[in-house]
């Protein structure tokens, strides 16, 4: 009988002891984030900084001679994306960096499914604005940026930069798009075509290509729609 007990005693103190155990290592457990919101964020400052040194003023004259005005995204010196709908049909497309003179593309290529555009130029003086991994959620603050044209005779107001909110994700066909793009509850204004939509550590989570009518809300190539039609053969815009 005493056996027995001293064996019921060291039974409990064993289950005791785990139990311990197991609370120290949960205490030592440290919930991690996903990776795309493992970053530290920047100022308003800061974002502005970045946009301002990393996108383009884009003007395409058209062959019908009208004159498209939008915003590229500089991805790398020599490496500009935009929209297709801004490239258009081109006589001539000039892209205006930060004060550094007018470049020339040297090749233009579009996709043949999304509204997006590649521009290659000579190196220009700008530092390029990183992809972000992953597309933003819905709720997620972001940034919105682009050069607006909606002064008078559609004068230029330089470059804007506004917070927004990623409202959700809507089926791109009915819009031509190949895939589901975002909505944002900030409206983008004319010009701001191609404009990049920045996460909280200033990388690229989508592109502007237009406003929902019946909302106002902002309509954006996510930045995995954009991989994509990166990865996919692309061809020259017509010519006059």
Same mark, same amino acid.
């Given at each position: 009988?005493?056996?027995?007990?001293?064996?019921?005693?060291?039974?409990?103190?064993?289950?005791?002891?785990?139990?311990?155990?197991?609370?120290?290592?949960?205490?030592?457990? #440290?919930? #991690?984030?996903?990776?795309? %919101?493992?970053?530290?964020?920047?100022?308003?400052?800061?974002?502005?900084?970045?946009?301002?040194?990393? +996108?383009?003023?884009?003007? &395409?004259?058209?062959?019908?001679?009208?004159?498209?005005?939008?915003?590229?995204?500089? !991805?790398? #010196?020599?490496?500009? /994306?935009?929209?297709?709908? !801004?490239?258009?049909?081109?006589?001539?497309?000039?892209?205006?960096?930060?004060?550094?003179?007018?470049?020339?593309? $040297?090749?233009?290529? +579009?996709?043949?499914?999304?509204? /997006?555009?590649?521009?290659?130029?000579?190196?220009?003086?700008?530092?390029?604005?990183?992809?972000?991994?992953?597309?933003?959620?819905?709720?997620?603050?972001?940034? /919105?940026?682009?050069?607006?044209?909606?002064?008078?005779?559609? $004068?230029?107001?330089? /470059?804007?930069?506004?917070?927004?909110?990623?409202?959700?994700?809507?089926?791109?066909?009915?819009?031509?798009?190949?895939?589901?793009?975002?909505?944002?509850? +900030?409206?983008?204004?004319?010009?701001? &075509?191609?404009?990049?939509?920045?996460?909280?550590?200033?990388?690229?989570?989508?592109? !502007?290509?237009?406003?929902?009518?019946? $909302?106002?809300?902002? %309509?954006?190539?996510?930045? &995995?729609?954009?991989? #994509?039609?990166?990865?996919?053969?692309?061809?020259?815009?017509?010519?006059?």
């Amino acid at each position: 009988m005493e056996d027995h007990r001293r064996r019921r005693r060291l039974l409990t103190r064993l289950a005791a002891f785990t139990v311990l155990v197991a609370a120290g290592d949960m205490a030592l457990i #440290t919930p #991690t984030l996903p990776a795309r %919101l493992d970053t530290v964020p920047l100022t308003a400052a800061q974002i502005e900084h970045r946009v301002t040194k990393g +996108t383009v003023e884009v003007m &395409s004259l058209q062959c019908d001679l009208t004159l498209n005005h939008g915003t590229g995204i500089a !991805v790398g #010196t020599d490496r500009v /994306l935009t929209n297709q709908h !801004v490239v258009g049909s081109p006589r001539v497309v000039d892209l205006a960096a930060d004060v550094t003179p007018v470049a020339r593309p $040297t090749t233009i290529r +579009t996709s043949a499914g999304a509204d /997006l555009g590649v521009v290659d130029v000579d190196a220009m003086p700008v530092t390029p604005l990183p992809l972000a991994p992953d597309d933003p959620e819905p709720g997620e603050r972001v940034w /919105l940026a682009g050069y607006p044209h909606d002064g008078p005779n559609s $004068t230029s107001k330089g /470059l804007i930069v506004e917070p927004a909110k990623v409202l959700d994700y809507v089926d791109g066909r009915p819009m031509a798009q190949p895939g589901d793009v975002l909505r944002l509850d +900030t409206a983008a204004r004319p010009g701001m &075509s191609g404009g990049p939509v920045l996460d909280a550590a200033g990388r690229v989570v989508g592109m !502007v290509f237009g406003v929902q009518t019946t $909302t106002g809300d902002s %309509l954006v190539l996510p930045v &995995s729609l954009v991989r #994509t039609a990166l990865g996919a053969p692309m061809v020259a815009p017509p010519r006059c």
